[in-house]
């Protein structure tokens, strides 16, 4: 049989591309990126980057409208919104280097621009070429799903796609979605001066999440002057003389709310669909993702792989990253050695202010799942350092098995909570509890110090009682 250009084809330069790519390489394979775009995919250029750039913006802004809080007589601010936006530009320039194609040429990754169509499980087209391959990995990500709104065609609407190019702040910005990016990017906007209005349908913003947790958020978005309608459905759009109306419908009452720009963040679909899957038979799941096996090969060709927001079932680049080790491992090895993609401890974090980390099991879950479990928390109000930063608020939600100290799940809400959570993920991945983590060391005074409290919490509830009176009274006698 004639040999194969490649060992391996990666279609995507995003996360789960590089990552995969880099892996391949690293093993000496010959392997082949593919980007039509822009490499660094959506993480880079319109996701995870530019929006913890924004991030930092405004929670700049947010510390000078609290500047009393921090015993300061002033403090005043001007800025331009349109230099707001260069500096996310900035930023991504900055972080460009890391995904480019010269750092994947070097690390030895064949970097070829172009849009790649896949014409059999084995030949990859490009810019009028044919790459032969024994392996394919696909890495095409996810792009904003646009709701079917009556009327929305009459507005030049917002995704995460094309935000990042406005230069002028919206004076009223509707933002439809209150999962982690809507919920992000709402305080963003409300904290640079838009008026924001932010429409969810559940019950609450961050529904994953525990109804506590999210409340704590919409609490703070509303004190910061959010307008968080729940429960409320986008009915239509209508413009009328030169003015544009979201009309929305909340418990069987329509409302018309006015605004400049309208922002939808309803969440990503997977890019499925203009390469060559549909051709060549590939199945896609119901949510509309590359179905795949426990191994990340598609469930229709056993040498074609799927990482990243294509193949979801999370949407986060530390995920994608995950994935792609698996698929490059078992693209490159598979039959002598392969390995099932393991889920069990997934994090992530919405980093809004505070921030909300998770890991694991939260109450909702466990009850869902009817898993036995026991609930420690640490009020995040009591921690030295917290307090003397004034950000002395939020908490943290310990799951564990009952009687025991084993971690099931975490929930962080506070300042750097994306942070903090770190070392109860590797907790739960290397299996150590809470009686290590309340051995562990940690400096004052510093927030990692509430990882160790929470632990005590959790000691204090299950402190041996018949010990302890035992203890009593052979001091008792000792004295
Ligand atoms: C606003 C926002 C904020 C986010 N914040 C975070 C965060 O804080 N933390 C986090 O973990 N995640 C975050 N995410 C999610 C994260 O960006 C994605 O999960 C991650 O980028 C997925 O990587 P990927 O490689 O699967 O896909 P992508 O990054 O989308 O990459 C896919 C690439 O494939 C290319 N491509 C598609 N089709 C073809 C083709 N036929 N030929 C060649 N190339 C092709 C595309 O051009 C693209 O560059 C955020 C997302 C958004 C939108």
Redesign the pocket.
Known sequence: MAKKDFNVIT???????LVSSYICAAVKAKVAL?????MG???LN???VP??ALIRSTKILSYIKRHKDYGLKSAEVTFDFAEVMERVQNVIKKVEPHDSIERYSNLGVDCIT????ILSPHEVSVNGKTLTTKNIII????RPFVPPIKGLDQVDYLT?DNLWDIRELPKRLVIVGGGP?GC?LAQCFARLGSKVTQIQRAADILPREDEEVAEIVRKRFTEEGVDVRVKSNTKEVVVENGKKFMVIENGGQTERIEFDQILLAVG?AA?TK??GLEDIGVKLAKNGTVEVDDYLRTTTYNNMYA????AGPY????T?AHQAWYCAVNSLFSPLKKFKVDYRVIP?CT?TDPEVARVGLNEKEAKEKSIPYEVTRYNIDDLDRAIADSEDHGMLKVLTVPGKDIILGVTMVGHHAGDLIAEYVAAMKHGFGLNKILGTIHIYPTLAESNKFAAGEWKKAHAPQGLLNFAKKFHAWRR
Request: with cysteine; net charge positive.
């Open positions: 279609i995507g330069g995003g996360s789960a591309g593919i980007e039509k775009h822009k995919g959506d993480c319109t996701g995870c929006s913890k172009g849009a790649a169509k890495a095409t990500g996810a995460t990016i992000e990503r890019n203009g390469f990482c990243g927001d294509v949407q986060f680049t530390h994608a992530w980093f």
